[in-house]
């Protein structure tokens, strides 16, 4: 089983920046691959939804809204995921989840979710 840790969130004003992490802890052994490290938001009221991703092959995806703002990192030697958060605005607030794909040292799938940490951007 492996286990997601996210740090990082808070309060900020509208236009600052902050840096989300997210560390992985595997039961035993370390993970071998990862296929997706991303993260998601979810607003009050609102669906989950993709703001940043990297693939198996290095791809990166961005929302639209954010693709010029935030930038997403994952290290596989690592085991670790993070969200650099920049020119924040009103409609970035939300809770921000982690998410890491792939197989752990006994060769297993897993599909982790970290626990949530929230970003409040204020006017």
């Known amino acids: 089983q492996v286990q997601l840790v996210e740090s990082g969130g808070g309060l900020v004003q509208a236009g600052g920046s902050l840096r989300l992490s997210c560390s992985a802890h595997?039961?035993?052994?370390?993970?071998?691959?990862?296929?997706?490290a991303g993260w998601f938001r979810q607003a009050p009221g609102k669906q989950r939804e993709l703001v940043a991703g990297?693939?198996?092959?290095?791809?990166?995806h961005y929302d639209d809204s954010v693709k010029t703002r935030f930038t997403v990192t994952a290290s596989v030697r690592e085991e670790a995921v993070t969200l650099q958060l920049n020119e924040l605005q009103l409609a970035d607030t939300a809770i921000y989840f982690c998410?890491?794909?792939?197989?752990?040292?006994?060769?297993?799938?897993?599909?982790?979710w970290g626990q949530g940490t929230q970003v409040t951007v204020s006017s």
């Open positions: 998410n890491i794909q792939g197989h752990d040292y006994n060769c297993h799938l897993f599909d982790s």
């Open positions: 990297i693939g198996r092959g290095g791809d990166i």
């Open positions: 595997a039961d035993r052994g370390d993970i071998t691959s990862i296929h997706f």
